[in-house]
């Protein structure tokens, strides 16, 4: 992949959430949980991962890596730099899905600003964020209080939907990881999860004095 067609190149903290049932095809935007394969799970993800209040973060990103029928793998990744036309409701977020979905290329393709597509796996995913920390959300993980990250590091968190990640999935991620981390003492949904890692995240850079973007 070349950088013009990366479209995490210029991000710097990214949120992957494993949608196993999330659907690859057409669904009901008035039915996400049924129709959509827990697609609303999907969408708060993408939600908290981008939205603040009256605000975006330009400088992260989510990627629903989608499992369901009747084409899986599908991907979609939504740019919180170049998103526009989208709000944190689930079905404001699923429209822009939804419409995504439609592409069926191989390779990044931007369906609307800010939302891309692709064929791809997670494990192909993974393998082209060379410049990033991968990390892997799981209960009995590292606390991430223990985590150190360098100022200028870019970092990757990977979890899973209600179902979490399936063993033959879970293998080629902990193929790529610098670590397993855990969030809390509770086990938790993952949009919940991706607040905690901001908070943990904001207040290190605070710390430093860098701005937040
Ligand atoms: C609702 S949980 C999944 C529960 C599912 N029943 C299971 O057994 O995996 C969704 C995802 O959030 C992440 N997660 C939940 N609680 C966590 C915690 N305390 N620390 C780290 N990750 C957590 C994991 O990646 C998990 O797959």
Redesign the pocket.
């Known amino acids: 992949m070349n950088h013009e067609s990366d479209p995490t190149r210029s991000l710097k903290r990214l949120f992957i959430i494993?949608g196993n049932k999330a659907s690859t095809g057409d669904f009901n935007l008035n039915d996400l949980p049924s129709s959509g394969g827990r697609m609303d799970i999907v969408c708060r993800f993408i939600a908290q991962s981008l939205f603040i209040s009256h605000g975006i973060r330009k400088d992260s990103g989510a990627i629903g890596v989608l499992l369901g029928e009747p084409d899986p793998p599908r991907s979609i990744l939504v740019h919180g730099g170049k998103v526009r036309y989208m709000s944190p409701d689930e079905r404001n977020v699923a429209g822009l899905i939804r419409k995504a979905l439609k592409h069926r290329g191989e390779e990044w393709k931007e369906t609307s600003p800010g939302i891309f597509t692709a064929k791809k796996s997670v494990n192909e995913i993974l393998s082209e964020l060379g410049d990033f920390s991968i990390f892997?959300?799981?209960?009995d993980?590292r606390d991430i209080f223990d985590l150190s990250i360098g100022p200028e590091e870019k970092t990757v968190f990977?979890?899973?939907?209600?179902?979490?990640?399936g063993g033959d999935i879970e293998e080629l991620i902990l193929r790529k990881v610098r670590g397993i981390?855990?969030?809390?003492?509770?086990?938790?949904?993952?949009d919940?999860?991706v607040v905690l890692i901001h908070n943990f995240l904001d207040r290190l850079e605070r710390s430093r004095n860098i701005e937040l973007d």
Do not use: F, K, N, T
């Open positions: 494993i892997y959300l799981r209960e993980g990977v979890m899973g939907d209600h179902l979490g990640v981390i855990s969030v809390s003492p509770l086990s938790l949904q993952a919940q999860c």
